[in-house]
């Protein structure tokens, strides 16, 4: 009779445990640099940036974007790397370390609520966040990423400032420079 078995057990379940709550939702963390499947979306994303639709809204809570394209290659590769992406930052992964709005969007991730639609031609999100500095947090990645739909490569390599600290680069922050688009009016 094996009298350590339910040790073995109770120690797995354990195990497990700590592994699906680190993990989020179950599944496993996303960690290291960005594979290159999806280093070649970004890429096909940027060039074909000019074929991109994108309408963003601001909300009281943060904000409602649909990105769209007749171009139904262009529209699998967004959906895949929305997809891949939203992955990433529920498993505490960073994105764009050197990039403050990034880094400061990876450490207000678990304070913003994304819905999001799959449409035919895009997708359609409503990005919800839980206090007034995760607001500002998700209306400044809004207006980031309608700078990556119009000037495309250009803006993929800018930094983007964060909105808090005083907008301060983070330590980490260091390549890239540029201009930024023109936030969306604010809501009335």
């Not at 994303?45 to 000019?50: F, G, K, Q, R, V």
């Not at 930052?89 to 207000?108: I, N, T």
């Amino acid at each position: 009779m094996h009298t350590n078995a339910p040790r073995r057990i109770l120690t797995k379940l354990v195990l497990l445990s700590v592994f699906l709550t680190c993990a989020g939702r179950g599944e496993p963390p996303v960690r290291g640099p960005l594979p290159e499947e999806q280093k070649k979306i970004i890429h096909f994303l940027a060039e074909h940036h000019d074929e991109l639709r994108r309408k963003v809204t601001l909300r009281k809570e943060g904000y409602a974007a649909s990105t769209t394209t007749d171009n139904k290659e262009l529209a699998a590769k967004l959906k895949e790397h929305f997809a891949y992406m939203k992955k990433r930052l529920g498993s505490g992964a960073m994105v764009r370390r050197w990039d403050p709005a990034f880094v400061e969007l990876v450490k207000f991730h678990d304070q913003l609520t994304t819905e999001v639609e799959y449409l035919e031609d895009g997708i359609s999100v409503v990005v919800t966040g839980k206090t007034p500095e995760a607001v500002k947090v998700a209306r400044n990645h809004a207006r980031i990423i309608t700078g990556f739909t119009t000037k495309g490569a250009a803006a993929v390599r800018e930094r983007h400032d964060a909105v808090h600290d005083g907008g301060k680069p983070s330590p980490k922050a260091g390549r890239g420079r540029g201009k930024q688009p023109a936030p969306p009016a604010e809501p009335k």
